[in-house]
């Protein structure tokens, strides 16, 4: 049994007094422990949503001339019909006039066939206004959970200054590159939508909002720490009285 000190153990205090303040206690560090437990809670960890393979990637090869060149790699076959639905309303949404389109069902490295559809349109890298567009992908692609566009050989002059990261109820959007190659990843969580509606360039950070302590365990901690402060303030003055009534007999 570990032995504990006089004070600690209470023992100046009447036996009725002393169950009672040891009891008290207990109950407060129990109350303390719930409430801490409650509030520093540690978060599950995220899925590692970026090692993960995409459904299908879009790949767009920039500085071919006035247009540009594009391809959406599909993981497996699509029927003709509806690759062209895919690429029709891409085309739609992205305003853009889609030439020598070709799809293709081809096998690498022993691996099952899938489908490839590639185009030129002018216009799909701004390099005006230094943005790659996202939102027309996204239209026509959103059956997909996981959508990779990859903006590669872009020219050295381009000055980015378009959409980063973004998140709301139907999408979350995360980039990644530099300079001459760009890749926007797309987690596309509700899919009902009739038209996504993206900003074209990063939007202002909102200040950041710091975690608050629920309302229950804050009051849990607060009063608990309140009665304990207070059973300390009283145990040091009964001890000290004691003490000084001792002092007082002896003399």
């Known amino acids: 049994m570990i032995y504990l000190p006089y004070f600690i153990r209470f023992q100046f205090l009447p036996s009725n007094k002393r169950g009672f303040l040891l009891r008290m206690i207990s109950v407060v560090s129990v109350a303390l422990l719930l409430a801490t437990s409650t509030c520093f809670a540690a978060k ?3 899925a590692p949503a970026a090692q993960m393979k995409p459904d299908v990637l879009v790949l767009v090869l920039g500085g071919f001339g006035p247009s540009d060149m594009a391809a959406i790699n599909y ?4 029927p003709k019909d509806k690759a062209q639905i895919d690429l029709d309303t891409l085309a739609a949404a992205g305003k853009w006039e889609v030439r020598d389109a070709t ?4 096998s690498v490295g022993g691996a099952p066939p899938t489908t490839s559809v590639t185009f030129r349109a002018r216009g799909i890298v701004d390099m005006t206004h230094g943005t790659l567009p996202v939102a027309p992908f996204v239209d026509a692609l959103k059956r997909f959970k996981i959508i990779d566009i990859q903006y590669v050989n872009l020219p050295t002059d381009f000055q ?3 959409l980063k990261d973004f998140e709301n ?4 959007i995360t980039l990644s590159g530099a300079g001459t190659a760009y890749k926007y990843r797309v987690m596309v969580k509700n899919g009902k939508f009739a038209r996504l509606d993206l900003p074209v360039t990063q ?4 200040k950041p909002v710091s975690a608050s302590m629920p309302v229950l365990p804050r009051v849990m901690l607060v009063f608990g720490i309140a009665i304990f402060g207070a059973v300390l303030v009283y145990l040091v003055m009964t001890y000290l009285s004691r003490e000084k009534e001792s002092k007082e007999k002896k003399a």
């Not at 799809?103 to 081809?106: E, G, I, L, V, Y």
Request: glycine fraction near 10%; proline fraction near 9%.
């Open 103 to 106: 799809q293709s069902d081809k």
């Open 203 to 206: 939007p202002a950070a909102a």
């Open 75 to 78: 993981t497996g076959i699509v």
């Open 44 to 46: 599950p960890a995220a």
């Open 160 to 162: 980015f200054k378009g």
């Open 169 to 172: 109820e139907f999408v979350k």
